[in-house]
């Protein structure tokens, strides 16, 4: 069995996350964050599903601002769980945030280098130097009004909004995933403030396990043990989105990495909880089980009986087990069944086939990358994502990136097929790989126009 890797504590508002403390589940609220009632009737259900902290996007000071607002409303009403304001693109956000929110979280990639655009820069080492300090100068003024107001800071990186700058130094690799995030680590350390946490994102679970795995082996070396965040983003909605954040995050956890979790589906946030709570309750039976499923590789193929009467949790305890064992590639076939008999209504072999498509072994079925939408998103995601899949669910292997906006649009869907972006409220542009091929399309006409890229 393992055991759970040693972290810091990291004290957000009345919470601790790492340590011995449990692991944390949360989830973020897809609401407008200017609108004060609707953000605080979400975060009470996120909460009453047993969430324990709450993150909205503040796309700007308006929203950083209005952050004081929900905070309040809900505290009055009886909900103190903590807060966490998202910020891309605005440094400025950030201290504004950190004044009235538990946690900020702060995307490398956008913090001051600028969004994202596949150009290759040339840089001598001292104009790399530059640009570091560069971050140093907008970073150390807000961590010392988080220092002030004991604001919490997460330092999220995602695989989708790497800059240029690291990609061009050190290619889309997890080496520049991880730079990216230890360029900021370095300073926070520096300044002696602790209360962070860490998170590395990919839509691939292959890019996330082996990131992260990096990441703790980096800062292993460099003495720091920062509790980190799980998550597969952009995972998608349904069976198969539960599948792939089973099998990136449970990889981790039954290796005792991870000490927060949030699974990112394309649904109510709500609906998110209860998931996360039953992975994070099955850690210890799937460790068991991944031990178990080692054990039985032969011929190239892993075989597991599961004595589990529920079926979600049948599915999450398969794609947990076998998650590193396939990411690693100790086996590329699998083969699943109930110790009791009862198959619980579930076709054994589609579990399968949809565990080695999570782990990125074999496609047999159209993959969909699709974001679980936030304040940011513009356009109605859930009703787009369905209309999409019935029009192309029979593409077997074909990869369609569906996103809200342009945090991770072109960067996650850099693995894609084909991208829909929001691109301005009401807009619509499509991508055929990382190129955008037609810009600013009116939401009526997208799902057609992508339908005609992908069959022309």
Sequence with gaps: MSTRRISSVCRVGNIAIGGDNPIRIQSMATT???????????????????????????????????????????????????????VHFTAHTAD???????????????????????????????????????????????INICKEHHTAVRIGVNHGSLSDRIMSRYGDTPEGIVESCM????????????????????????VMVTTVRLLV??????????????????????????????????????EGIGDTIRVSLSEEPECEIPVARKIVDSIEDCTRLRVEAEASIKDDTITLAIDEPDRELFQLKAAMAVGALLIDRKATKLVLSPKSGDDRGL?????????????????????????????????????TIQRIKAATSHLVGLKIGIMGCIVNGPGEMAD???????????????YRKKECVAKNIPEAEAVDRLLELINT
């Design 32 to 86: 407008d964050t200017n609108d004060t009632e609707a953000s605080v009737a979400q975060a009470k259900r996120i909460i009453d599903a047993g969430g324990e902290i709450v993150r909205f996007t503040t796309q700007g000071t308006r929203e950083a601002e209005n952050m004081r607002n929900i905070s309040e409303r809900l505290k009055q009403d009886g909900y103190p769980q903590p807060l966490v304001a998202d």
């Design 96 to 142: 504004i945030a950190a004044l009235y929110c538990e946690k900020v979280r702060i995307n490398p990639g956008n913090y001051v280098d600028p969004g994202r655009t596949f150009k290759h820069l040339e840089y001598t080492d001292e104009e790399y130097a530059a640009e570091l300090k560069k971050i140093e100068a907008k970073l150390v003024p807000f």
């Design 183 to 206: 360029e900021f680590l370095r300073i926070f350390r520096r300044e002696q403030f602790n209360d962070v946490v860490i998170s590395i994102k990919a839509s691939n679970t292959v």
């Design 217 to 254: 082996k980096t800062m292993d070396a460099e003495d720091m043990h920062y509790p980190l965040h799980l998550g597969v983003t952009e995972a998608g909605e349904g069976e198969d989105g539960r599948i792939k954040s089973a099998v990136g995050i449970g990889a981790l956890l039954t």
């Design 347 to 383: 076709n054994m072999t589609s579990l399968s086939d949809a565990i080695l498509q999570a782990a990125r072994i074999k496609f047999t079925k159209t993959e969909y990358i699709s974001c679980p939408g936030c304040g940011r998103t513009l356009y109605n995601l859930q009703d």
């Design 416 to 430: 894609a097929d084909y991208g829909y972006v929001g691109a301005g409220r009401g807009k619509i542009s499509l």
